[in-house]
Every structure is written in structure tokens, then in C-alpha cells.
């Protein structure tokens, strides 16, 4: 069955610290992968997909196929990167995506 | 562009009681989602619409939980009678059409609780 597990709940760093949010990730098949985030008092929004091979707001993620992992990084934390950061499956044409359970991201200044 | 509209915002039932919710999705947006988010956990989804056509109900729990999109625009969920179980955020999203390509525009959401 397709599953998506986020380890950490809680994730506290100091301000300019790397940042890693783990991702894994049960499937099959050719997996698509994402990072939504959610800002205090703001909607769901997608940060970035595996498909692109951008960085977004100096954040990246590689997909690691072999250890089905899409982990989230940036190399030096931001106060307002504080937020849930939620990874997600994309698994058929419909577009159906399954959530992990989130990462709540603290930066402390 | 304007956004996903959701409402209400808050809703406040005694279970057994019967609850609505709405959706107007991004003008031209074809397909529409509805999402419950328990607290502590990610987004689940309930049902998701292409037009005014059901593509996925799978995790609905039809005994409890209608939705209808009927003229492809707008859509209501419903739960009747709820539970206290049901107590959660529901979300709707919608995107240009399905497909994983295709970035989900959420909603601010419904928050319920069911007493």
C-alpha cells in the first residue's frame, strides 16, 4: 500500500543551522514526490516537486529511489521558514496525493 | 487570482447533527478535492471531482458523508449524522485539471467540531 512517513513531528533549529526534514516513502510504482508547506495562519501551498529540480526559498529535495526517500534541505534555516512542511505522494492520473503526517519546523533567532 | 473560498470557517455541532460545507474552486479549474485533516496528521482525501463527475470516493464513508459538484463549479459536502470523530479541518483544493503534474490550490478551511 502506498504510504508516506514523516519521523519527525518536531523539529527545532537555530537560526542559520541546516535543515533536514525526512521524507520515505511506500510505492510500487514511479513515484511523483512533493513538499507542501503551511505558514501560521496561511493555506496549504506547494513548495516544490521532485519533477522539477528547482529550489525553492533556498530549499531542496533529491529523490532517492533506492532508499525511497524525498528529504527536504536548506543549508541555513530562516526564522520565517518556521512552519508545517508536509511531503506527499502523487501516485496515479487522477492526481491523488497521500500526506505524510507533517514536520513542525522551528527557527529560533 | 482569487483563491479557493471555503465556508463556513468554523463550525460548532452536537454529534448525531447534520453539517454543510462549501467550496468555490479557482474560476476555471476543472478538478476539485475535498480533504479532512484530523489533528496531528496530513490531509486525507475524501473525494475528488472532474467537472461535475466523481473520479474518486474511495475513502468517503458513504453512510455518513455526500458531496456533489452539480454544475462543475461549486460543491458542498455533508455529513449527516455526524460523529465525534468527524471533528477536523476540511479542505478543499482544486487544480486546472487531474493529474499529478498539476499543482492543488487549497482552501483556508473548514474547521468542525463535533460535541
Known amino acids: 500500500a502506498q504510504r508516506v512517513t514523516q519521523p519527525e513531528k518536531l523539529l527545532s533549529v537555530f537560526k542559520g543551522a541546516p535543515v533536514e526534514l525526512k521524507c520515505n516513502y511506500s510505492y510500487s510504482g514511479s513515484p511523483e514526490l512533493f513538499w507542501y508547506v503551511q505558514y501560521s495562519r496561511q493555506r496549504l501551498q506547494l513548495l516544490l516537486r521532485h519533477i522539477s529540480r528547482e529550489s525553492i526559498k533556498g530549499f531542496t529535495a533529491d529523490l532517492n529511489k533506492g532508499e525511497t526517500s524525498f528529504h527536504l534541505k536548506k543549508p541555513f534555516a530562516q526564522e520565517e521558514d518556521s512552519a508545517m512542511y508536509y511531503c506527499a505522494l502523487g501516485y496515479n492520473q487522477g492526481g491523488k496525493l497521500i500526506f505524510g503526517q507533517g514536520t513542525e519546523l522551528s527557527v529560533k533567532p | 487570482e482569487a483563491g479557493v473560498a471555503q465556508s463556513p470557517r468554523y463550525k460548532i455541532i452536537e454529534k448525531r447533527q447534520s453539517v454543510a460545507f462549501w467550496c468555490n474552486p479557482i474560476s476555471g479549474h476543472a478538478t476539485l478535492y475535498w480533504y479532512q485533516q484530523i489533528l496531528g496528521q496530513g490531509p486525507k482525501l475524501l473525494i475528488q471531482?472532474?467537472?461535475?463527475?466523481?473520479?474518486?470516493d474511495s475513502q468517503l464513508p458513504k453512510d455518513r458523508f455526500s458531496a456533489e459538484r452539480l454544475k462543475g463549479v461549486d460543491s458542498t459536502l455533508k455529513i449527516q449524522p455526524a460523529k465525534l470523530e468527524d471533528s477536523a479541518v476540511y479542505l478543499c483544493?482544486?487544480?486546472?485539471?487531474?493529474?499529478?503534474?498539476?499543482?492543488?490550490?487549497f482552501g483556508p478551511g473548514t474547521r468542525l467540531t463535533v460535541l
Open positions: 483544493a482544486s487544480s486546472l485539471v487531474a493529474g499529478v503534474y498539476n499543482e492543488q490550490f
Open positions: 471531482f472532474q467537472n461535475n463527475g466523481v473520479v474518486d
